[in-house]
Nanobody
Framework: QEQLAESGGGLVQAGGSLRLSCAFPGRNIRQFVIGWFRQAPGKELEFVARIWSDTYYANSVKGRFTISRDVANETVNLQMNNLKPEDTALYYC???????????????WGQGTKVTVSS
């Protein structure tokens, strides 16, 4: 099954930054709506941001996170600034054909990359 690949997670102090990348090996990532989701321990999967010809963000990350396409490297990146401990989660990227914010709107997923923000 086709699978996306995330990278860039790690441990950072509160107020710091990380950049996550999402690749779709063997496919043209520009043909898909790409979403980022996250799941904190013991919590449900949460929408973070998505990109097509426009971008859309969850209120919890608006103004701090930026989703963008890197055409040269064929990736979709999530730049995360001013990170907070509550941003700690496993971050997933997903591909779909609908401009959605729900898990069901995306049918191809990566295995996730861990982000830990210490206080």
């Amino acid at each position: 099954q086709e699978q996306l690949a995330e990278s860039g997670g790690g441990l950072v102090q509160a107020g710091g930054s990380l950049r996550l990348s999402c690749a779709f090996p063997g496919r043209n990532i520009r043909q898909f709506v790409i979403g980022w989701f996250r799941q904190a321990p013991g919590k449900e999967l949460e929408f973070v941001a998505r990109i097509w010809s426009d971008t859309y963000y969850a209120n919890s990350v608006k103004g701090r996170f930026t989703i963008s396409r890197d055409v040269a490297n064929e990736t979709v990146n999530l730049q995360m600034n001013n990170l907070k401990p509550e941003d700690t989660a496993l971050y997933y990227c997903a591909a779909g054909s609908r401009l959605g914010t729900k898990e069901a709107d995306y049918d191809r997923w990566g295995q996730g990359t861990k982000v830990t923000v210490s206080s």
